[in-house]
């Protein structure tokens, strides 16, 4: 929530918001991955975003724009997925692990290029590879199949000893654009790693038009099974990862209906409903156990509450309207 806007945030821990009323929010990023979308032959990537938008329960979660584009102006298909942050809410579809991609574009050859885990509990993970074009073109101009192959070890951040993941891996491809592979790992136990890729061999004439660049586009980390984040509302994208997401980790945002609050009509008698009153945002704040003060709601002058919030809507007419 800086200079440039209303952006989300990637930064472990971060506090998730509390909102009262409506507002335009990011959120904190739960998981964000990519993956080879089916049927595309290796041409196209799927983005998967998970955002945890605020505590809930709240009213409703409306006009999503990302990247400051309303979803409805996004040229590509993108699947929206809601949770209002309810205590028994479902898991979203292709959110019931956590995975998280990390971007890396180094790449792959002779030399091998290590790549260390940002998670300390790994137990599986994904590698894109990615090559700008993959072909051999014989000498009369015709396109014939390319193949290279790589490797990937692994070894503990404290031991100087590799391990090989699995056999070497064959990419195969003939085309001049873009391609991109993506191979699963298991691994044997859940911690931290690095990893080691190497460009093995090359099958194929070093001549012009001979295209058999790789890099490490992307790697997925795996941890165990996530649950439904009960309490917080939350918003899941799946869309092409096309140039209109800026070739990365979208900004998303939406209108959120707040929080469901106590709404009082006299001392004794209230509604759990949305309000835009600032009484009954403040009388959940100071009673509430999760992220507020702790106040028990038998200590609190309910009369003083219904004093303020009469004076506010005096003051503001659009206080439970909006």
């Given at each position: 929530y800086g200079?440039?806007?209303?952006?989300?945030?990637?930064?472990?821990?971060s506090?998730?918001a509390?909102?009262?009323?409506?507002h335009r929010q990011g959120?904190?990023?739960?998981?964000?991955?990519?993956?080879?979308a089916?049927?595309?032959?290796?041409?196209?990537?799927m983005?998967?975003?998970?955002?945890?938008?605020?505590?809930g329960?709240v009213?409703?979660?409306t006009?999503?724009?990302?990247?400051?584009v309303?979803?409805?102006?996004v040229?590509?298909?993108?699947?929206?997925?809601?949770?209002?942050?309810?205590?028994?809410?479902?898991?979203?579809?292709?959110f019931?692990r956590?995975?998280n991609?990390?971007?890396d574009g180094r790449?792959?050859?002779?030399?091998a290029?290590v790549?260390?885990?940002v998670s300390?509990a790994?137990?599986?993970?994904d590698?894109?590879?990615k090559?700008p074009g993959?072909v051999v073109f014989?000498?009369?101009?015709k396109?014939?199949?390319?193949?290279?192959?790589?490797s990937?070890?692994?070894?503990?951040?404290?031991s100087s000893?590799?391990?090989?993941?699995?056999?070497p891996?064959?990419?195969?491809?003939k085309t001049?654009?873009?391609?991109?592979?993506?191979h699963?790992?298991?691994?044997?136990?859940?911690a931290?790693y690095?990893?080691?890729f190497?460009?093995l061999?090359?099958?194929?004439?070093?001549k012009p038009?001979?295209q058999h660049t790789?890099?490490?586009h992307?790697?997925?980390?795996?941890?165990d099974v996530t649950?439904?984040?009960?309490?917080?509302?939350q918003?899941g994208?799946r869309?092409?990862?096309t140039?209109q997401?800026?070739?990365?980790?979208?900004?998303t945002t939406?209108?959120?209906?707040?929080k469901l609050?106590r709404?009082?009509t006299?001392?004794t008698s209230?509604t759990t409903?949305?309000?835009?009153?600032?009484a009954w945002?403040?009388?959940d704040?100071?009673?509430?156990?999760?992220?507020?003060?702790?106040?028990?709601v038998?200590d609190m002058d309910i009369?003083?509450f219904?004093?303020?919030?009469?004076?506010?809507?005096?003051?503001?007419n659009?206080?439970?309207d909006?």
């Open positions: 200079f440039s806007g209303l952006q989300d945030t990637f930064v472990p821990g506090p998730i509390v909102t009262y009323g409506t959120g904190q990023v739960l998981m964000f991955y990519l993956e080879v089916s049927g595309s032959e290796g041409k196209v990537l983005l998967s975003e998970q955002l945890g938008i605020c505590h329960p009213a409703s979660i006009a999503v724009e990302i990247n400051r309303p979803i409805t102006d040229s590509t298909a993108v699947t929206i997925q809601t949770r209002i942050g309810g205590t028994s809410q479902s898991i979203m579809d292709g019931d956590i995975k991609s990390f971007a790449e792959i050859s002779s030399e290029i790549y260390r885990s300390n790994m137990e599986s993970f590698v894109i590879i090559a993959f014989n000498d009369d101009g396109k014939r199949e390319q193949r290279v192959t790589y990937v070890e692994r070894k503990a951040p404290t000893a590799w391990t090989i993941v699995s056999s891996v064959d990419l195969v491809g001049v654009d873009g391609l991109y592979w993506q699963s790992y298991a691994l044997p136990s859940r931290a690095d990893f080691r190497r460009k061999t090359h099958k194929g004439k070093h038009g001979v790789i890099a490490l992307a790697l997925t980390e795996y941890q649950g439904p984040h009960s309490g917080v509302a918003i994208i869309a092409l990862a140039a997401m800026q070739g990365g980790r979208p900004n939406a209108l959120v209906h707040g609050v709404v009082y006299n001392a209230f409903e949305w309000s835009g009153n600032p945002g403040v009388f704040y100071i009673t509430n156990s999760v992220y507020g003060m702790k106040i028990p038998t009369q003083s219904l004093d303020f919030a009469t004076l506010s809507d005096s003051l503001c659009i206080c439970g909006t």
